[in-house]
T-cell receptor, first 116, second 114 residues
Framework: AQKVTQAQTEISVVEKEDVTLDCVYE???????LFWYKQPPSGELVFLIR??????QNEISGRYSWNFQKSTSSFNFTITASQVVDSAVYFC?????????????FGAGTQVVVTP | SQTIHQWPATLVQPVGSPLSLECTVE??????LYWYRQAAGRGLQLLFY??????ISSEVPQNLSASRPQDRQFILSSKKLLLSDSGFYLC?????????????FGQGTRLTVV
């Protein structure tokens, strides 16, 4: 069964608009991590952020921010003031303590297209 | 700092031919190593992972195999490629640590079986 769901297939925005990517996860573990990765056209997956299950504090890092809510099993990611270089596929991923840390279960990805 | 190298970057192989993709990690010891495949349509699927030399776990039944002959070397192989083996293959490493659970990926190999 799919443990990470990214319902948005593609989001298109104009430069400087904000973009929010949705992620819903499913796990029975009480200890787990959630991640966001970026895949630019070159193909390499780039680690962006992580959050553990015990820390629901939302943070901002530069133009990136995330909203983690255990009550709704959601881990949403926002890019503020988008730029053309933000165009990529973004993946949400889950790693569970019952499994090996580093074994990631990915969502299907959301394609972000930022136009000038 | 740690780096991960994966080669070749692209590969076109005929059906029935063998395959060998190599991945090496530098700057760390005893990493966990992973092979993922990304088929058309973007989904990433874990194929194999290894927690040590000679220790390989397969996540899905398939035409591929993996080996870890050295601590920081991970190889993906096939004796006879199928058309369905086409895809984008990504190697990754991580430390098996609750403090640093993220995985870091190589640049990938785009395999086309013709």
């Amino acid at each position: 069964a799919q443990k990470v769901t990214q319902a948005q297939t593609e989001i298109s925005v104009v430069e400087k608009e904000d973009v929010t990517l949705d992620c819903v996860y499913e796990t029975r573990d009480t200890t787990y991590y959630l991640f966001w990765y970026k895949q630019p056209p070159s193909g390499e997956l780039v680690f962006l952020i992580r959050r553990n299950s015990f820390d629901e504090q939302n943070e901002i890092s530069g133009r990136y921010s995330w909203n983690f809510q255990k009550s709704t099993s959601s881990f949403n990611f926002t890019i503020t003031a988008s730029q053309v270089v933000d165009s990529a596929v973004y993946f949400c991923a889950l790693s569970e303590e019952a499994d090996s840390w580093g074994k990631l279960q990915f969502g299907a990805g959301t394609q972000v297209v930022v136009t000038p | 700092s740690q780096t991960i190298h994966q080669w070749p970057a692209t590969l076109v192989q005929p059906v029935g031919s063998p395959l060998s993709l190599e991945c090496t990690v530098e700057g760390t010891s005893n990493p966990n190593l992973y092979w993922y495949r990304q088929a058309a349509g973007r989904g990433l699927q874990l194929l194999f992972y290894s927690v040590g030399i000679g220790q390989i776990s397969s996540e899905v039944p398939q035409n591929l195999s993996a080996s870890r002959p050295q601590d920081r070397q991970f190889i993906l192989s096939s004796k006879k490629l199928l058309l369905s083996d086409s895809g984008f293959y990504l190697c990754a490493w991580s430390v098996d640590s609750r403090a640093d659970p993220e995985a870091f990926f190589g640049q990938g190999t785009r395999l086309t079986v013709v």
